[in-house]
Structure formats: C-alpha cells, structure tokens
C-alpha cells in the first residue's frame, strides 16, 4: 500500500510523522540543549547535503554532542527518509530537509542510561506564505535586541537557542508583521535575522557580515562562491546602518530562501528602490542555474 503520510527516523527507526514523539525530560524540549542543520531539496533531490551535514557534526562538537553514528551514515539515513517522503509532494513544492540531535533525557537514578534523540525530518516549504516576498522583497526592521556576542555563544554552532533571534523577530513584527528582523551585534554592525545571512552591494561590490559574528550560512557560502565565479568582487567585513543605508542593493540569503531581495532597511530604501538591483539579479539568476531550477518562479507559483 503507497505510503500515507511522511515518515521520520527518530532513534534507530523510520516511523510515521504522526507517531514520532520525544520524550517530555528531552534536554532539546526543556533545555534547548540540542543541536540541528536544515538543508532543501530542490526536484526532490537535497542541495549541498554534504555541507550541511559537516556543519551539523561542528556544531554537535561546539556542544559536546555525540551524534552516535559517522557522517556518512548520517548522510546515508537522510538520503532514505527524503527518497520515502518525497513521491508525497505537491506540486512545485520542495522540503526542508532537517537532522536534530538532543542530550536526550538526563539519567538520574543509578544505573540508569541516557542516550542522546537523533531525528530526520522532511517539511513542506513555506512556498505560498512567502511568494509575495519574491515580487515586493523582504522589508528588513532592526530590533533593539543586538545578536549574541560570539564569546557568549557562537553563532555559529546552530543549536536549538533561537531565543535571542525570537525576541527579535517578535519586537519587529509588532511593528509591521511583513517585515523581518536584521540583528546587530553588540558593535551596532548587521548580523544576521532568525534564518538569514544578510548582503549589501556598493559601486559593484558584494559584501556581508564576518563568519565570526553569524551563521555561516551554506548559502551565504555559495552566493560568495558564485560571485567570484562571476568576477563579482565581494568581502566579508563589518557592515554598520550608514553602509546599509547608503547601499545600492541588499539582499537576504537562506536555504529556504536562496536570495531574495531586500526594499528596505528601517524604511530605507537601498539605490532608487527597485527590486532586485541588477547584481542581486545577476546572482539570483546564477543561483537558479546551480540548482537546476527557477526557484523564483517555484515561489510565484504558490501565489495566492
Ligand atoms: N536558515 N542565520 C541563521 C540564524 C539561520 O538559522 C540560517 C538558516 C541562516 C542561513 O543559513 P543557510 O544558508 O545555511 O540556510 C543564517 C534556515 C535553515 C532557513 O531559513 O532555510
């Protein structure tokens, strides 16, 4: 009989999405004490699965998480959940393709043994809530609640403490529920949003925020990796609000995302205001071509 309904591997086995459950003394549930990695399909086939997975074991290590199985098995076990889940999308949509790893439950009482949760999941693409944002691009509003200085907690282990990013993006949409949060760090220099890398171009030049201080976003890497493919010259450096200001074009970058254009920054217009400038439209078309798909036009299909 054809499968029903997603499967997950949760511990050892591949169950039915609706009878995966962890247990309620997870460390990941009451501690945020886990980590995870979200790669995307695009044709149901996984983008960069290998990066994602090698930043997942880094940010296990940052944690001193024991995964409990190699990367290649890892690899292995992600390949056969999204091959089983992936006859169950519609049409034009694609997943976000998810591994978590928690401290499991705290064993308290003697001889009691603990083991770490090791999920895999498969989520529809928020396509049709956000194909808007391919024809307007993404307002961005600074919040008052600067990114975690990297000594405090590196951002660039992806754990499950999203708080800081939360209470950014909750102060922003009480301001206007469109816009997305742009976080600075403690310097007032652009960090990044709750699931974004951030970019400016100026007189021709791409630029983004220092590896230190963010997520060192699989996609920033490749929009930097294209730019140089394309003799676009770009760098990696400190970004304050004059330079967003001032800029010619931003834009955002994210798995889910790829790139997208940005209008605005605290309602300032980069350049004369249209979007995509021509160089983040240079990149979005080059995107497109790596992956084998015009993932704007997957977006726009999902118009409502
Ligand atoms: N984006 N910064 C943060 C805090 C993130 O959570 C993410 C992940 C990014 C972009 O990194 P990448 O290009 O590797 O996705 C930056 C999630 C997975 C997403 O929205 O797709």
């Given at each position: 009989m054809a499968q029903q309904e997603r499967v997950v591997y949760l511990n050892g086995r591949i169950v039915p999405e609706s009878q995966a459950g962890i247990p309620i003394r997870d460390a990941g549930f009451i501690y945020g004490d886990a980590v995870f990695d979200a790669a995307r399909t695009f044709n149901g086939q996984v983008f960069r699965m290998r990066e994602h997975i090698d930043r997942l074991y880094d940010s296990c290590k940052y944690l001193r998480l024991d995964p409990g199985m190699s990367r290649e098995r890892m690899v292995e076990l992600t390949t056969e959940v999204v091959e089983r889940n992936v006859p169950l999308l519609g049409p034009n949509e694609d997943y976000w393709v998810t591994q978590r790893v928690t401290r499991g439950v705290e064993a308290t009482s003697p001889g009691e043994e603990s083991h770490n949760t090791v999920l895999i999941e498969c989520r529809p693409l928020p396509l049709a809530k956000r194909a808007h944002y391919y024809r307007t691009g993404i307002p961005l509003l600074t919040p008052s609640v600067p990114r975690i200085p990297p000594r405090f907690m590196s951002p660039r282990a992806k754990t499950h403490n999203y708080l800081n990013l939360v209470l950014g993006d909750l102060e922003v949409h009480d301001s206007d529920p469109d816009a997305w949060a742009l976080l600075l760090d403690e310097s007032g220099n652009l960090a990044e949003g709750r699931g974004s890398n951030v970019f400016i171009v100026k007189d021709g030049v791409v630029s983004t925020p220092r590896l230190q201080m963010v997520l060192a976003g699989i996609t920033r890497q490749t929009v930097l990796d294209l730019a140089a493919s394309l003799k676009i010259p770009a760098e990696e450096r400190d970004i304050d609000l004059f330079d967003a200001y001032t800029a010619d074009e931003v834009f955002l970058t994210s798995t889910s995302l790829c790139i997208c254009p940005v209008p605005s920054v605290n309602g300032m217009a980069p350049g004369?205001?249209?979007?995509?400038?021509p160089v983040t439209e240079r990149l979005m078309g080059a995107f497109s071509d790596l992956v084998g798909m015009d993932y704007v036009s997957q977006y726009l299909a999902h118009l409502r």
């Open positions: 004369d205001g249209k979007v995509p400038g």
